[in-house]
């Protein structure tokens, strides 16, 4: 997947994707990459949690889109975040510098989201006095993840393009890895990923989905 060519693609919202052709996949829905993220990530999970500072674990950085808006929300809500982010295969500078989601996002500017993909990888950088970032580059299945969280996104490529990452124990090494009353919200809402996240000892609930998805997951690590 890491010489696989990607394209750049507008989604309904007017923001951004990346679609790659040889694997029909995108990276964000074209429904409206920002709309979807805010939806899955931002209101289902960030917003879920009061803890202060809050420990998140991204897995696929991707383009940068939730930890953008996860900066800017905790911004708003003057919130310190340690935000982990794992990326095997990061896009290149020429596909980054055309992402238009500064433009798209109130808040945001082409500068702070730079940072964010120019930040140094397997290192915390403070991006600012309250967030920090650390970029893993690694493989989820290997990787020896470095603290625990209170925060899941699982924004990994479909269960159909990924399957070796939507399995139970996959779901089982993040749960040992997130504090009581954790939360991992994802997108895709198969049935056969619900099954595997209740034998990882999550509670599963499905919520409405974001435009053009009727519904999508939020699991929770019980005490």
């Known amino acids: 997947?890491?010489?696989?060519?990607?394209?750049?693609?507008?989604?309904?919202?007017?923001?951004?994707?990346?679609?790659?052709?040889?694997?029909?996949e995108h990276y964000h829905s074209t429904h409206g990459a920002i709309q979807e993220a805010m939806h899955v990530y931002i209101n289902a999970g960030f917003?879920?949690?009061?803890?202060?500072?809050?420990?998140?674990?991204?897995?696929?950085?991707?383009?940068g889109l939730n930890c953008l808006l996860t900066l800017l929300e905790a911004q708003k809500q003057n919130r310190e975040v340690v935000y982990h982010s794992l990326e095997l295969y990061?896009?290149?500078?020429?596909?980054?510098?055309?992402?238009?989601?500064?433009?798209?996002?109130?808040g945001a500017n082409e500068k702070l989201f730079l940072e964010l993909h120019k930040a140094k990888w397997n290192q915390e950088v403070k991006i600012t006095d309250r967030f920090t970032l650390n970029k893993l580059l690694a493989d989820l299945r290997k990787v020896v993840l470095p603290e625990k969280y209170n925060l899941i996104y699982f924004d990994a490529f479909a269960p159909d393009i990924q399957p070796d990452l939507w399995t139970q124990d996959i779901f089982e090494k993040l749960h040992q890895?997130?504090?009581?009353?954790?939360?991992?919200?994802?997108?895709?809402?198969?049935?056969?990923i619900k099954q595997a996240l209740r034998a990882a000892s999550f509670v599963v609930k499905r919520l409405p989905g974001p435009p053009g998805k009727r519904q999508m997951l939020r699991a929770k690590k019980l005490q």
């Open 1 to 24: 997947m890491k010489n696989l060519k990607r394209e750049l693609k507008i989604t309904e919202d007017g923001s951004h994707t990346l679609f790659v052709p040889d694997l029909n």
């Open 47 to 63: 917003n879920e949690c009061n803890q202060n500072p809050i420990h998140i674990l991204e897995i696929g950085f991707g383009t």
């Open 90 to 106: 990061p896009i290149k500078e020429e596909h980054i510098k055309h992402l238009n989601y500064s433009e798209q996002i109130e």
């Open 177 to 192: 890895h997130m504090l009581p009353d954790g939360i991992l919200t994802t997108y895709s809402t198969k049935g056969i």
